[in-house]
Nanobody
Framework: QVQLAESGGGLVQAGGSLRLSCTGS????????MGWYRQAPGKERELVAT???????NYAGSVKGRFTISRDNVKDMVWLQMNDLKPEDTAVYYC?????????WGQGTQVTVSS
């Protein structure tokens, strides 16, 4: 089993920055890709960014150039640096860890961007 815990959400003005952190525990050696999804009220959960164990990254078009995902395989942590935040970035952000067998999710952290 894998447990994921996010932190770093909060309220920020448009144009500001936040850094989300996710710490894994348990059977973390089984995790391949890690990443972030988000879900805004009334909308489906959507991909924000992913990073492979080897460091290959993938971003949603709406965040490319503003968000940066990074990872430390030794510490079992993944971060999401979010710059130039916009009101449409407001959502609950979830950390995901993918193994060959299943995906594991954190409990989510709220990010609110005021205009």
């Amino acid at each position: 089993q894998v447990q994921l815990a996010e932190s770093g959400g909060g309220l920020v003005q448009a144009g500001g920055s936040l850094r989300l952190s996710c710490t894994g525990s348990g059977s973390t050696s089984s995790i391949n890709a890690m990443g972030w999804y988000r879900q805004a009220p009334g909308k489906e959960r959507e991909l924000v960014a992913t990073i492979s164990r080897g460091g290959n990254t993938n971003y949603a078009g709406s965040v490319k150039g503003r968000f940066t995902i990074s990872r430390d395989n030794v510490k079992d942590m993944v971060w999401l640096q979010m710059n130039d935040l916009k009101p449409e970035d407001t959502a609950v952000y979830y950390c995901i860890g993918a193994t060959w067998a299943q995906n594991y999710w954190g409990q989510g952290t709220q990010v609110t961007v005021s205009s």
